[in-house]
């Protein structure tokens, strides 16, 4: 046998390759668009920006370096100019496909960043492996703007797996409404009716106020909302606000809130401060025609009745009242039993009335 050249034996320790092969190599050079590896045949490999990442604008230079290893696949042996072409994008979306099916079958949880948000929907990648979460599946609530997800990490679960159709669907929604019925049900295992609990305003209504208890959602009715009179709920109170609030009813799945905590009512000490005789400072909260409303504070209103204005002649509150306006006046009865209180203007003109009397004798 004859010995062999140098060159046969050089020829003979570069391996051959075939298309679809995958090969591992030493990156020798890099540039901003393009790998150079050397995989151990006569060319090197090439491996272009396209076929490493599906950023347009990657510098490469950033992604990987010299003397790195590097897994590819083969495109083209002999691209007409003696080169390898080799992808890493396409084998590793490979890769990350099978690691979705297996997720799917076993009903794993994945997380993975939001690349691109579309009209209906949107794209996140596992390991390169692109996921469609249509819209309707992304919240368990409508969700107007989904630009909000953009960049972000989110949670899924494959519900659907066809590579060769595309079709790779992920499902955000059923792990939200899971996560909410583990917290409704944590929620309504550990309240009770007269906690107080700690929310944070969700919606505000012309009735009311929709307060998210972490699991599920409280109305606190404009009735509970003071011990006074609230005229409109939405100059109160602000959506994201935190507030403690106190568990008023439970029945089935609806709870009721209230901010009338019991040791502030006003009446509780009532009886010390509203004792007839006792000479007060309130605002005309209403009128009728048989007398005005005065709120002497939040939750405690008395009646000031039209005989009792003036000594003078008075056909209706109106005439000498106005809404919002303070007046002064004397407690001429204190009811606690069925919390009514009544005022006279006119008891404290009388001392004034009784000095001209004097005076004209």
Known sequence: MSEMSFEQM???SFKTI???????GTIIDVKEDEIILNIGCKADGIISRNEFTNDSNADLRELVHVDEKLEAKVMKVNDGEGQIILTYKRLAAEKGNKRLEEAMNN??????PVVQVLNGGLIAVVEEAR????ASLVSDTYEKNLEKYAGQEIEFVITEFNPRRRRIIGDR???LVEKKKQMQEELFARIAVGDKVTGVVKNVTDFGAFIDL???????HISEMSWGHVENPKKVFKVGEEMEVLIKDINGEKIALSLK???KNPWLNASEKFAVGNVITGRVARMTDFGAFVELEPGVDALLHVSQISHDHVDKPSDVLKTGQEITARIVDFNEADKKISLSMKALEAPAAAEE???EE
């Not at 996921?131 to 249509?134: G, K, Y």
């Open 107 to 112: 009903h794993e949880v994945l997380t993975a």
């Open 10 to 12: 050089l020829e003979e």
């Open 357 to 359: 009397a004097a005076d």
């Open 261 to 263: 905590f019991p040791e």
């Open 131 to 134: 996921v469609f979460i249509p």
């Open 18 to 24: 075939h298309n679809g092969e995958i090969v591992e």
């Open 214 to 220: 972490g699991g599920a959602d409280g109305l606190l």
């Open 173 to 175: 929604k059923q792990l």
